[in-house]
């Protein structure tokens, strides 16, 4: 368990991990992982396990997104090739869930 969510407390609450997995299997080492998006859990991650692929979570994926577009709806200083992005979330999301579902 990390006592806080950055970059320094989860590498060690992820170490305990790595350390437990490499106990098993000494070459042990994940070939991906699924994760929330956030910077901090990305980086520990790839300090841990530097060929790791980061894998984000559909949810959070889909969440970022959706975020994304809403700001640019909402920003009437948008323009040149993300006029219209925002218009385009049904587009995108359809798109989404394609990658998802493969």
Not at 50 to 70: D, G, P, Q, W
Not at 90 to 99: D, F, K, R, V
Request: aromatic fraction near 10%; include cysteine.
């Amino acid at each position: 368990m990390a006592l806080q969510a950055d970059e320094e407390h989860l590498k060690e609450a992820y170490g305990h991990f790595k350390t437990e997995a490499q106990n098993l299997t000494a070459d042990y080492k994940p070939k991906t992982v699924n994760i929330d998006g956030w910077q901090a859990t990305r980086l520990a991650w790839q300090s841990l396990f530097s060929t790791i692929i980061i894998i984000v979570c559909f949810l959070h994926a889909f969440i970022k997104i959706r975020e994304c577009c809403k700001r640019m709806s909402d920003d009437g200083r948008v323009s040149g090739p993300w006029l219209g992005v925002a218009a385009q979330f049904p587009t995108i999301l359809s798109t989404l869930e394609s990658c998802h579902q493969a």
